[in-house]
């Protein structure tokens, strides 16, 4: 066939999809920003970026150049201190923002790696910057979403200082549940995208623990667990179990992004 009568095909729709047309559009960036404004900020993303399980999206020490939000699968992120025993500090699930951590400095303060086939979009920084001191709205939300790093990262010293196995365990999966809530998924069964290690690594607890607590949730019918597969049966026991009376004298919250 003649070059000229090639069918048209456009690369954009089969390889990205407008903000203003992403599932994930209510729990991203663009509520930030008017619609008149929309396309400002879909002219900086670069979209769909693939990472198979295991994948690195960045390491830690390489130099900060994008935020990344999650399109689908999942991103842990963690920290290699020089005894090289690696540390989780938070997993990221579709809709939120990797690398708000790194604001400030020249290169990444962690690593980030897929924890299942993932792909996200990549927010060059220095163009988001600028584009937010146009537009106010953007700005008051990058903020808002740096504090919400920063306090998460507060809730969890104080889960991990003064909270038995069983109440970060339920605190956890009460965290994961509220997300996907916010996501328009149930919050009442969910996959975890997460390992029991890489869980028990993240709350401070061997595998063994994580496991236990999960199996005596299970047998006192307070959730039913198959493998990843979770299913809150009884959420006001869970959530007693996750706010002991005994240790609730810290008034720490469980929505947070790094308990999950």
Known sequence: M?????????IRSLHEVNCSECALHPVCLPPAVDETDLDQLESIIERRRTLPRGTPLFRQGDAFQSLYAVRSGAIKTCLTPPDGAEHITGFYLPGEIVGLDSLGRTHHGSSAMALESSTVCAIPFAQLETLALK???LQHHLF???SAEIHSDQQLLLLLGKRSAEARITAFLLA???????RQLSENHFHLPMSRTDIGNHLGLAIETVSRVLTR?????VLEVDGKDI????RERLCQLAEPAAENTDGAGINVRKLS
């Not at 003649?2 to 456009?10: E, G």
């Not at 994961?176 to 916010?182: G, L």
């Not at 299913?231 to 009884?234: A, H, P, S």
């Open 135 to 137: 537009l106010p709205g």
């Open 217 to 221: 949730l299970q047998q006192t019918g």
């Open 2 to 10: 003649p070059d000229n009568l090639l069918p048209v095909i456009s």
């Open 176 to 182: 994961v549940a509220t997300r996907h809530k916010r």
């Open 231 to 234: 299913r809150i049966l009884d």
């Open 144 to 146: 808002k979403l740096l």
